[in-house]
């Protein structure tokens, strides 16, 4: 089983500034297969990459995703308000077929 | 867009089997291009995926749920359910439905709260 370990826990950051997202894999992981998701408090996740580096609809640039070997990350380069959140990586296994998602990180304002 | 609608009991008993429908609209849920998928989270936790079917009924199942889960289809409603058996506190969780398409879950219901207690 691939377990996905997301750091950090938690980021303080303020308005305008970058974020820097970390999900690394226990073992090899295609780029194809890994995605990420925002979470607001109440509200169900929502895609945001897949592809590690592809923005779903709708996405605003300023999200973008990358990937080297094991470890992904997910870069926001100026935040928004609306940004603040919590934020999954997620990878699917072949074998056998199944979806495993990080700890999640929680994107605060500071 | 396809929207997705979880029903059922907010409330089941221990060792009961916990029962929840998704509601499929804005397309078929024969389209060649999704699986069906449930995913759950205990409040103030993290995602834990739970499985999935396609609609010729084909599933995969997380390993460590698969002895007390069960997906089905029902073409005729549009719609795919969710049944969990034995059911513990633990089980206690935000139930969602989601798409899923080429490796990724792309569209979710909003979720229900389903706990279990005496």
């Known amino acids: 089983e691939i377990v996905l370990t997301q750091s950090p826990g938690t980021l303080s950051l303020s308005p305008g500034e970058r974020a820097t997202l970390s999900c690394r894999a226990s073992?090899?992981?295609?780029?194809?297969?890994l995605a990420w998701y925002q979470q607001k408090p109440g509200q169900a996740p929502r895609l945001l990459i897949y592809g590690a580096s592809s923005r779903a609809t709708g996405i605003p640039d300023r999200f973008s995703g990358s990937a080297s070997g094991t470890d992904f990350t997910l870069t926001i380069s100026r935040l928004e308000p609306e940004d603040f959140a919590l934020y999954y990586c997620?990878?699917?296994?072949?074998?056998?077929?199944?979806?495993?998602f990080g700890q999640g990180t929680k994107l605060e304002i500071q | 867009q396809v929207q997705l609608l979880e029903s059922g009991p907010g409330l089941v008993k221990p060792s009961g089997t916990l029962s929840l429908t998704c509601a499929v609209s804005?397309?078929?849920?024969?389209?060649?291009?999704?699986?069906w998928n449930w995913v759950r989270q205990p409040p103030g936790r993290g995602l834990e995926w739970i499985g999935e079917?396609?609609?010729?009924?084909?599933?995969n199942y997380n390993p460590s749920l698969k002895s007390r889960v069960t997906i089905s289809v029902d073409k005729s409603k549009n719609q795919f359910s969710l049944k969990v058996s034995s059911v513990t506190a633990a089980d206690t969780a935000v139930y969602y439905c989601a798409t899923s398409s080429v490796y990724r879950l792309d569209y979710w219901g909003q979720g229900t709260l389903v706990t279990v207690s005496s």
């Open positions: 804005g397309d078929s849920i024969s389209n060649n291009d999704y699986w």
């Open positions: 073992q090899s992981v295609s780029s194809s297969y």
């Open positions: 079917i396609y609609h010729s009924g084909s599933t």
């Open positions: 997620q990878q699917y296994g072949r074998s056998p077929p199944e979806y495993t």
